[in-house]
């Protein structure tokens, strides 16, 4: 039984660690995203200033 009790703790534990991971994950994916859309709204506004000055 104490074999059973210890697997089910250890699973416990690797499961909070998995947990851990994929909050850290998103968080990274989440800054990316920030960063992308950061980047993509200064090329807009770099095409639309190179509109401008070619009108």
Known sequence: ???LYN????????QIEIDKLIYDIELEN????????YIEEKLDE???EIAKERM
């Open 30 to 37: 989440n800054e990316h995203i920030l960063n992308y859309n």
């Open 1 to 3: 039984m104490s074999d």
């Open 7 to 14: 697997i089910e703790e250890n699973m416990d534990c690797v």
């Open 46 to 48: 770099i095409v639309r």
